[in-house]
């Protein structure tokens, strides 16, 4: 280890200390708002004539009031109407569906769910098994409801650009195949032939991962979910929530009395008052280039394979849509931002913080010569929830066990999100034998502290190790 990473590590541990010290310090919720800004994303563009549902502006009562319209909220919708046909269902979106991450990330429907931790053989499988199930239930699902959905399943990579990461991953990789689990070590040439990445040094392959774009899965769902009773109110944020047998769900011209709510808000949480201490939004950036003529892609040489992200603590991650577009996110400080108090809106236009895209562009044009120059066609913020561990947590809370919820997923939420909705159905109808003992069920989040110590923590730890927060592996 250099000097400079083991004063880095140092830092690290101090400031971790520190935030468990003043984690126990709170301010009121009251000096935070929701703030809903608009989905700009390639995702969205590909949805022009979408129109929203009405807000809702009565009193009604459900078995189940949904809030939040994105894949945690749509697949509960989903798997409980399949489930309990006969139950009442209602879904809240503060803006329209597909406005929050779901329609705003990058893109890639990858296995596994962050930050579990050390699991044993038998639990590392079949914590794979649930993923590669929930995207084959993706594709299942496009497919029964003719689906007008964007989407590859031809394999993601997570490249490695440091040669000894690469020799690590490669016995990972034989470790995984002898439980079996079939991911692929692909060596620097091996990697070139399906992207022509320059300054790696092998990658995993998973050819069952792939890409989806989940505006259009998301509001593709809408008519099936309609058609199934489930009842879907837009531009109806939420604003209080008063629990009890019956939870009351206040939005600005309505309310919904629930037997039981789902709380699918992720980097929103907080601002209905819960999970204040256990994420923070963090703001990533990703733009994309317009659609690639096939001599310009051969040209960048990507030929094969739905995308790739890097090893760096500021990932890089970039997928290729069907229609030609590359879309990249990460891949420099700057391109990822944490704004005091919580803050779940990018203030302005993401086009006039060039500066982060100019930097973001600098690291494509290094991995994919001829990119760097390229025009930007589309470029947007996306507000994710980060927790220290980088776990997410699937499960019911309350005193009368109806608040169920799914959040933190860190940034590798695309399929988690859509394996929530049938957990948390699992969940409410006491079927979960596939679920027993799964390290992100009812799991418990580090503390984070709050302001002001939260937004000067995160200032810290970023321009000093140039890490996002995160808690050191002890
Ligand atoms: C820029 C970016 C890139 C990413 N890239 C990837 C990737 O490539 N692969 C991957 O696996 N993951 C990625 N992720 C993470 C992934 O997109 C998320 O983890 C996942 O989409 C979370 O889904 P969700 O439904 O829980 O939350 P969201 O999609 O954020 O949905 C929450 C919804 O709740 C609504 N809402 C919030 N508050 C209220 C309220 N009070 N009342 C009513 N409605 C409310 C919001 O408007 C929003 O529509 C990325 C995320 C971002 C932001």
């Given at each position: 280890?250099?000097?400079?990473?083991?004063?880095?590590?140092?830092?690290?541990?101090?400031?971790?200390q520190?935030?468990?010290?003043?984690?126990?310090?709170?301010?009121?919720?009251?000096?935070?708002?929701l703030?809903?800004?608009?989905?700009?994303s390639?995702?969205?563009a590909y949805?022009?004539?979408?129109?929203?549902n009405?807000?809702?502006?009565?009193?009604?009562?459900?078995?189940?009031?949904?809030?939040?319209?994105?894949?945690?909220?749509?697949?509960?919708?989903?798997?409980?109407?399949?489930?309990?046909?006969?139950?009442?269902?209602i879904?809240?979106?503060?803006?329209?569906?597909?406005n929050?991450?779901?329609?705003?990330?990058g893109g890639?429907?990858?296995?596994?769910?962050?930050?579990t931790?050390v699991?044993?053989?038998?639990m590392?499988?079949?914590?794979?098994?649930?993923?590669?199930?929930?995207?084959?239930?993706?594709?299942?699902t496009?497919?029964?409801?003719?689906l007008?959905?964007?989407?590859?399943?031809?394999?993601?990579?997570?490249?490695?650009?440091?040669?000894q990461?690469?020799?690590?991953?490669?016995?990972?990789?034989?470790y995984?195949?002898?439980?079996?689990?079939?991911?692929q070590?692909?060596?620097?040439d091996?990697?070139?032939?399906?992207?022509n990445?320059?300054?790696?040094?092998g990658?995993?392959?998973d050819?069952?991962?792939g890409?989806?774009?989940?505006?259009?899965?998301?509001?593709?769902?809408?008519s099936v979910?309609e058609?199934r009773?489930?009842?879907?109110?837009e531009?109806?944020?939420?604003?209080?929530?008063?629990e009890?047998?019956?939870?009351?769900?206040?939005?600005?011209?309505?309310?919904?009395?629930?037997?039981?709510?789902?709380?699918?808000?992720?980097?929103?949480?907080?601002?209905?008052?819960?999970?204040r201490?256990?994420?923070?939004?963090?703001?990533?950036?990703?733009?994309?280039?317009?659609?690639?003529?096939?001599?310009?892609?051969?040209?960048?040489?990507?030929?094969?394979?739905?995308?790739?992200?890097?090893?760096l603590?500021?990932?890089?991650?970039?997928t290729?849509?069907?229609?030609?577009?590359?879309v990249?996110?990460?891949?420099?400080?700057?391109?990822?931002g944490?704004?005091?108090?919580?803050?779940?809106?990018?203030?302005?236009?993401p086009?006039?913080?060039?500066?982060?895209?100019?930097?973001?562009?600098?690291?494509?044009?290094?991995?994919?010569?001829?990119?760097?120059a390229?025009?930007?066609?589309?470029?947007?913020?996306?507000?994710?929830a980060?927790?220290?561990?980088?776990?997410?947590?699937?499960?019911?809370?309350?005193?009368?066990?109806?608040v169920?919820?799914?959040?933190?997923y860190?940034?590798?939420g695309?399929?988690?999100?859509?394996?929530?909705?049938?957990?948390?159905?699992?969940?409410?109808?006491?079927n979960m034998?596939k679920?027993?003992?799964?390290?992100?069920?009812?799991?418990?989040?580090?503390?984070?502290?709050l302001?002001?110590?939260?937004?000067?923590?995160?200032?810290?730890?970023t321009?000093?190790?140039?890490?996002?927060?995160?808690?050191?592996?002890?």
């Amino acid at each position: 280890m250099s000097t400079n990473q083991s004063f880095a590590k140092k830092i690290e541990a101090g400031l971790y200390q520190a935030a468990r010290g003043v984690s126990k310090l709170s301010y009121p919720l009251s000096w935070e708002k929701l703030e809903v800004d608009e989905n700009r994303s390639l995702w969205a563009a590909y949805t022009p004539d979408y129109t929203a549902n009405s807000a809702l502006d009565q009193t009604e009562s459900a078995d189940l009031c949904i809030i939040g319209g994105g894949f945690t909220g749509i697949s509960t919708a989903y798997h409980f109407s399949v489930q309990y046909p006969n139950k009442k269902v209602i879904l809240l979106e503060a803006k329209k569906l597909a406005n929050g991450a779901s329609g705003r990330n990058g893109g890639m429907m990858l296995n596994w769910v962050y930050g579990t931790g050390v699991m044993s053989d038998d639990m590392t499988h079949r914590v794979y098994s649930a993923t590669h199930e929930t995207i084959d239930h993706i594709e299942a699902t496009i497919k029964k409801h003719g689906l007008d959905v964007s989407y590859r399943r031809d394999g993601c990579f997570e490249v490695f650009t440091d040669e000894q990461r690469a020799i690590e991953a490669k016995k990972e990789v034989e470790y995984l195949n002898n439980i079996g689990v079939p991911i692929q070590f692909l060596d620097a040439d091996q990697v070139r032939q399906k992207i022509n990445l320059q300054g790696v040094y092998g990658g995993l392959f998973d050819p069952s991962e792939g890409q989806l774009n989940g505006v259009q899965f998301i509001r593709g769902l809408k008519s099936v979910l309609e058609a199934r009773g489930v009842k879907i109110y837009e531009n109806s944020p939420v604003t209080k929530i008063n629990e009890g047998k019956t939870v009351e769900v206040v939005t600005k011209s309505g309310t919904v009395n629930a037997k039981a709510i789902v709380l699918a808000t992720n980097g929103y949480t907080g601002k209905l008052g819960y999970f204040r201490k256990s994420f923070f939004p963090l703001h990533s950036h990703v733009f994309s280039t317009p659609p690639l003529s096939e001599d310009e892609s051969k040209k960048i040489g990507w030929a094969g394979s739905a995308g790739f992200s890097d090893d760096l603590n500021r990932i890089s991650y970039a997928t290729k849509t069907n229609e030609g577009h590359v879309v990249f996110g990460g891949g420099s400080n700057i391109s990822y931002g944490y704004l005091f108090n919580s803050r779940t809106a990018y203030p302005g236009s993401p086009h006039s913080a060039t500066a982060a895209f100019d930097d973001m562009q600098k690291t494509m044009g290094q991995y994919l010569p001829g990119t760097g120059a390229m025009k930007r066609a589309h470029m947007w913020t996306g507000t994710l929830a980060i927790s220290l561990r980088r776990n997410c947590s699937i499960g019911v809370r309350g005193e009368n066990k109806n608040v169920y919820y799914a959040l933190g997923y860190s940034g590798h939420g695309v399929t988690a999100a859509n394996m929530a909705g049938r957990i948390i159905t699992d969940l409410y109808g006491g079927n979960m034998a596939k679920w027993q003992g799964m390290p992100f069920v009812n799991a418990d989040f580090s503390p984070i502290p709050l302001e002001p110590f939260r937004w000067a923590g995160y200032q810290m730890m970023t321009r000093l190790t140039g890490k996002s927060p995160r808690e050191p592996h002890r």
